[in-house]
């Protein structure tokens, strides 16, 4: 990875690792959050928005360790409602949490499916473009056709990931060199619209708050799902987008301990 993009994955981060971390003294704190009569709802805001999934695993085999207990179903059997469904989705690892919430909107419980990717079908989407220009003399336009138009933003720009790794070139060259005028022309600014991903979320975010109700499982799922990758960002677009801060938006929509969960996760406005 070159330096330049490190940086700016790790710029686009809202939850980073915790320095001199510890498991043990984690798992203990929220062990005596969830003790007894009541709970600290705040102490667990405190460990489990501010630790990285990574470390949020080794929380959980600590907690094991140490207490015989299952932290997850410990969480689940003290908290309740929207609170407890965004800390319990914060413990899964993240391509379980992704494919829990896909069959779960598949199955009409969430609000929809149009932010997830199946690894397989993108690979195999850019095996398909591959074979269709680069791979063969002359192009396959339907094929580049029915793949740019047929699906959805996120899922896109891991084909296009893959695609690269493929073909050692960036799919933006492969369709300079495999197609010319008002086609090449409609494909590459598919390309552009779909690498704007950022803008994409951002606007996830806002539809999910606007007007009456919250769809809190695209509200929760989205938070959650790129906080340690590029929340950041997103918040800058969500800004110059809507003018106004998606903290400011959060607090307006929503309350209590699930509020406060999601601001932590968010962090400082941009």
């Known amino acids: 990875?070159?330096?330049?993009?490190?940086?700016?994955?790790?710029?686009?981060?809202?939850?980073?690792?915790?320095?001199?971390?510890?498991?043990?003294?984690?798992?203990?704190?929220?062990?005596?959050?969830m003790k007894g009569i009541g709970t600290n709802e705040q102490a667990i805001i405190d460990v489990l928005t501010k630790r990285s999934n990574t470390q949020r695993q080794q929380i959980a085999?600590?907690?094991?360790?140490?207490?015989?207990?299952?932290?997850?179903?410990?969480?689940?059997?003290?908290?309740?409602?929207?609170?407890?469904?965004?800390?319990?989705?914060?413990?899964?690892?993240?391509?379980?949490?992704?494919?829990?919430?896909?069959?779960?909107?598949?199955k009409g419980s969430r609000d929809d499916v149009s932010s997830f990717v199946d690894p397989g079908l993108a690979l195999q989407d850019a095996q398909d473009l591959y074979a269709a220009g680069e791979k063969i003399r002359g192009t396959d336009e339907m094929k580049f056709i029915t793949i740019l138009c047929m699906r959805s933003a996120t899922?896109?720009?891991?084909?296009?990931?893959?695609?690269?790794?493929?073909a050692n070139k960036c799919i933006e060259d492969s369709i300079n060199s495999e197609t010319h005028g008002s086609l090449e022309e409609a494909m590459l600014t598919v390309v552009k619209c779909t690498q704007n991903l950022h803008s994409y979320f951002a606007e996830r975010l806002y539809y999910a708050m606007k007007g009456a109700g919250t769809r809190d499982g695209t509200l929760i799922r989205n938070i959650v799902s790129r906080s340690e990758i590029d929340l950041n960002l997103i918040k800058?677009?969500?800004?110059?987008?809507?003018?106004?801060?998606?903290?400011?938006?959060?607090?307006?929509?929503?309350?209590?301990?699930?509020?406060?969960?999601?601001?932590?996760?968010?962090?400082?406005?941009p």
Not at 4 to 33: C, M, R
């Open 1 to 33: 990875m070159a330096w330049w993009k490190a940086w700016i994955e790790q710029e686009g981060v809202t939850v980073k690792s915790s320095s001199h971390f510890n498991p043990d003294p984690d798992a203990e704190t929220l062990y005596k959050a």
């Open 61 to 106: 085999k600590s907690f094991k360790a140490q207490f015989g207990k299952d932290l997850t179903e410990t969480l689940k059997s003290e908290l309740s409602g929207k609170f407890e469904r965004l800390i319990v989705a914060l413990m899964y690892l993240p391509y379980r949490y992704e494919a829990k919430e896909l069959h779960d909107a598949m």
């Open 155 to 166: 899922h896109l720009l891991r084909v296009f990931e893959e695609y690269e790794k493929i």
């Open 236 to 269: 800058c677009h969500f800004k110059k987008m809507y003018g106004k801060t998606l903290s400011s938006m959060i607090m307006e929509d929503t309350s209590g301990d699930y509020k406060n969960a999601l601001l932590s996760l968010v962090g400082s406005d």
